[in-house]
């Protein structure tokens, strides 16, 4: 089993910054990626970044060149920094693994969701 803990939602104003952490912990054989999703009310859960252990970061269009997802691999945490924010980035964010248990186990875990609200 895979337990994830997240950390670092809140209340912030228009154009302010939050940073989300995300540690994944029990039995962990290797990691594929680590990540952050969010849905809004009355939306898909949508990327907001996603970090492999090979291969390159994405992100969704809406947080390029305002949020940086990074990893500790020592730690097996992914941060999420979130700069400019905006009243559209109200959301419920959630983190997401991608990892194998065992070598022939691979396992996608969500995260309980961290609220994230932008308002004035």
């Known amino acids: 089993q895979v337990q994830l803990v997240e950390s670092g939602g809140g209340l912030v104003q228009p154009g302010g910054s939050l940073r989300l952490s995300c540690a994944a912990s029990?039995?962990?054989?290797?990691?594929?990626?680590m990540g952050w999703y969010r849905q809004a009310p009355g939306n898909q859960r949508e990327l907001v970044g996603r970090?492999?252990?090979?291969?390159?970061?994405t992100y969704g269009d809406s947080v390029k060149g305002r949020f940086t997802i990074s990893r500790d691999n020592a730690k097996n945490t992914v941060h999420l920094q979130m700069n400019m924010l905006k009243p559209e980035d109200t959301a419920v964010y959630y983190c997401?693994?991608?990892?194998?248990?065992?070598?022939?186990?691979?396992?996608?875990?969500w995260g309980q969701g961290t609220q994230v609200t932008v308002s004035s």
């Open positions: 997401h693994t991608d990892l194998y248990t065992t070598p022939g186990r691979r396992v996608i875990t």
């Open positions: 029990g039995s962990i054989f290797s990691i594929v990626a």
């Open positions: 970090i492999p252990s090979g291969g390159t970061t």
